[in-house]
Structures are given as C-alpha cells and as structure tokens.
C-alpha cells in the first residue's frame, strides 16, 4: 500500500488483487465470519461492473488503506474503525461521482 500511496502508474489488475488481499485480511482479523464472503461476492459483481475500471485515486485509496493498518497496528479499535468508514464513505462518494457523469 505503501508504494501505491506514492501515486505514479498502477496497473489496475495488480491493485485490484492486493486490494482484495486488505479488505478480506481486515475482516478476518476483525473476526467478521461472514464478511469476507460478502465481499468476495460483491467485489465479483463489481469487478463485472465498468465501474471499477476507473484508475484514478489508487493513491488515496492506499493512503486510506495505510490509515486502517495503523491503527490496527497501534491495537487502536476506534481509529480503525474510523478509518475504515472514512474509507467506506470515499468509495461510495467515488462511484456515486462516477453515476452522475455517466
């Protein structure tokens, strides 16, 4: 996530796969049974979806990703938790940005 933070050229494919490798790690380690499932499903849909292919803001993406990890590193339950929505809040506002120019 690191490397992606620094922004430049990211190949979609290789993103999209450590990406998946975050989401389900977090989940599992949150002790969320059913979540990596869940995910794995609709990261199938969205993945079928064009809108996935957009390839900008990979950097912050990573950045967010990277403010999750930390605090899970730092063994702090509320920040991460607060990240990960920020997180969440950033996806959701991507693709609803990504709707309304199409």
């Known amino acids: 996530m690191r490397a992606y933070a620094r922004g430049g050229d990211v190949a979609f494919d290789q993103f999209w796969l450590d990406d998946d490798v975050f989401h389900l790690a977090v989940a599992e380690a949150a002790g969320l049974s059913l979540l990596p499932a869940m995910i794995t499903e609709m990261r199938g849909i969205a993945r079928r979806c064009t ?52």
Do not use: K, N, P
């Open 51 to 102: 809108i996935t292919r957009t390839h900008d803001r990979f950097d912050q993406q990573a950045r967010e990703h990277l403010a999750v990890i930390d605090a899970i590193e730092a063994q702090d339950g509320e920040r991460a938790c607060a990240a990960m929505q920020t997180h969440f809040d950033s996806v959701r506002s991507r693709f609803l940005g990504w709707l309304d120019r199409h």
